[in-house]
């Protein structure tokens, strides 16, 4: 069975500052990993993805995350932030045998100016 | 840049109604799927389907839930007899699936459900 967790419900940084959001996973099978974000009153939007191939992954508006095997983990990083990197990210894992996603609870990042 | 559509953007509706959500996939794409998105929780898998069938469902997709392609373009979840629990964000997402489930699924901007 596959899980995700990410940890904190709300991040909170400042303008400019590094975005960190953390991500864990629980596979049986190689993981198939993504970060999707949604914008208020938006739909989901793909950010990255991780498919064994680099375990450094670049997305779209300057995030990336790096897939650790040894943590089980894919953290979402960002150098600086952005106001208009306010939004709900979420984490979510796949696997060979199936399509369907497997989606963390999510984590709400706050952008103080 | 192409992308799921999904109609209505709100629906309120009685307990014992049915209802019809409607999805316009990628026109090219082959696979398509509903979530859903309880208020407060995760987003949860529904069913994914394929070549005209269900490809895999989960728990939550019971009798009280069908889907169906009419035609060409649309794909439509059915809830035969709404209960307050189905009150939910419901996403349709659709991929082409061309390697696999490392394909990306594009997500339409949901359809939020409320059941009085």
Sequence with gaps: AQSVTQLGSHVSVSEGALVLLRCNYSSSVPPYLFWYVQYPNQGLQLLLKYTSAATLVKGINGFEAEFKKSETSFHLTKPSAHMSDAAEYFCAVSGESNYQLIWGAGTKLIIKP | ?116
Excluded at chain 2, 70 to 98: Q, W
């Design chain 2, 1 to 116: 840049e192409p992308e799921v559509t999904q109609t209505p953007s709100h629906q309120v509706t009685q307990m014992g109604q049915e209802v019809i959500l409607r999805c316009v996939p990628i026109s090219n794409h082959l696979y398509f799927y509903w979530y859903r998105q309880i208020l407060g929780q995760k987003v949860e898998f529904l069913v994914s389907f394929y070549n005209n069938e269900i490809s895999e469902k989960s728990e939550i997709f019971d009798d009280q839930f069908s889907v169906e392609r009419p035609d060409g373009s649309n794909f439509t979840l059915k809830i035969r007899s709404t209960k307050l629990e189905d009150s939910a964000m419901y996403f349709c997402a659709s991929s082409d699936h061309v390697g696999g489930s490392t394909d990306t699924q594009y997500f339409g901007p949901g359809t939020r459900l409320t059941v009085l």
